[in-house]
């Protein structure tokens, strides 16, 4: 099981978001957003911010650092970590199935994250079985494209999907979310889309989005 940050906004919550960060960074990157992202007077909520574990990454030089899978480049043709991948996404299951432990039913759970995170958040999100509250991919990318016809489940055909991406983002080209938001609307889910003037990175404006986002799936 994965260690992990947690912030509840009040005693004894029934839903959850799990929200998993970027390369290099760690759960702690996104826990001072909680005070924007809960609306007062809102549900209890559990913010779950887990580490990804450390590993060589090929990008940085094979430099160890905190990463969901390895990545060799930034681009389509670059090849994908399937083996990494593919157990970051069994070990963000396996929060979902604690949260479930812990009173939270899968459809009380909002899957969010951003970069790196949000390329997994859509990854699980396609594929789990159990319907959740809602999907968020924040200035990321689709994984493993080629598989997700045969891969996708039902259970999250009707879930919301809310993606923002910066129109100047020099990390994550804009065009690779743009293609990852077309993906999913071609197989018919509903995806809210927001773009902002900003780098690889959140706004203000972005927050009120995502406090939006929550306060109607949870």
């Not at 702690?28 to 924007?36: G, I, K, L, R, Y």
């Not at 020099?170 to 927001?194: N, S």
Request: glycine content about 8%; aromatic content about 6%.
């Amino acid at each position: 099981m994965l260690t992990a940050v947690e912030v509840e906004t009040a005693p004894n919550p029934v839903r959850s978001v799990i929200w998993l960060h970027g390369l290099g960074a760690d759960g702690h990157d996104f826990e001072p957003a909680v005070p924007c992202l809960h609306r007062p007077g809102g549900p209890a909520l559990r913010f779950v911010f887990p580490h990804a574990p450390v590993r060589p990454v090929t990008l940085n030089g094979g430099l160890p650092m905190r990463a969901w899978y390895d990545i060799a480049a930034l681009n389509r043709q670059a090849p994908q970590d399937e083996t990494g991948i593919r157990a970051a996404d069994a070990s963000i299951r396996a929060l979902i199935a604690r949260e479930n432990e812990r009173g939270v039913a899968t459809a009380q759970i909002v899957l969010a994250g951003f970069s790196q995170g949000g390329a997994m958040a859509l990854y699980t999100g396609t594929r789990l079985p159990e319907k959740l509250a809602g999907v968020i991919g924040l200035s990321c990318y689709n994984l493993l494209a080629a598989s997700f016809a045969v891969e996708r489940q039902a259970a999250n055909q009707h879930t919301p999907f809310l993606m923002a991406h910066g129109t100047q983002d020099p990390v994550v080209a804009p065009e690779l979310g743009a293609e990852a938001r077309a993906q999913l609307t071609a197989a018919g889910y509903t995806v809210e889309w927001h773009s902002f003037p900003m780098a690889h990175s959140v706004c203000a404006e972005e927050l009120a989005v995502i406090a939006a986002f929550l306060a109607k799936v949870l």
